[in-house]
């Protein structure tokens, strides 16, 4: 559980598997479309799908925990910092959502099916569209780049807390101290 000085193991454990799913699939998503039509490109996608549909719930769960546990306080910086970080963190609950979302519904409007690590299809969401397939798909590329230059900015961010004003933001999301 988090308190208010440090985040818990289910918090961090979930940040870091999203974060490094997330990043993975960002990589991996614009590496598609330079793979031969075939055997490996259907397999890859088929794993951009389900790996997709995992973020997606992971993070509903993150959204879930974090709407029932303690939030640890910031720890320092000015107003505007603050209302940068609070517009930052919305979009790191947000986006994850949305991107797998867009994912979901851009293959079923095409007619193709989101099958979950070959288990089970998810039901279909949108009637088959090529129009609102190519919507979705320009949802999912403007998203994915927003994702993108998001995360860089958290990066840069906790690394300026770590070295520059050297207090223990990263290490609270790192260790839980």
Known sequence: ????DRYGLIA???????????????AGGSLL?????????GLAVAAHKSIGVLILLLAVTRLLW?????????????PVQAY???????WL???????????????QAYGRPVVFFEGFSL????????????????????VAGLLTVTIVVH????????????DRTLVRMLKGR
């Open 12 to 26: 961090r454990l979930v940040h870091w598997v999203i974060a490094a799913l997330v990043i993975g699939m960002l």
């Open 93 to 107: 609950y947000f986006l994850p959502l949305l991107q797998p979302l867009s994912g979901i519904l851009m293959s």
């Open 123 to 142: 039901p279909p969401l949108v009637w088959h569209s090529p129009l609102l397939g190519a919507f979705f798909r320009e949802v999912h590329g403007v």
């Open 33 to 41: 479309s330079l793979l031969p039509p075939g055997g490996f490109k």
């Open 66 to 78: 974090r709407s029932f546990n303690l939030q640890p306080r910031p720890l320092r910086g000015t």
């Open 155 to 166: 990066a840069v961010a906790a690394l300026k807390h770590h070295f520059i004003d050297r």
């Open 84 to 90: 940068i970080a609070r517009v930052l963190h919305v």
């Open 1 to 4: 559980m988090n308190t208010q």
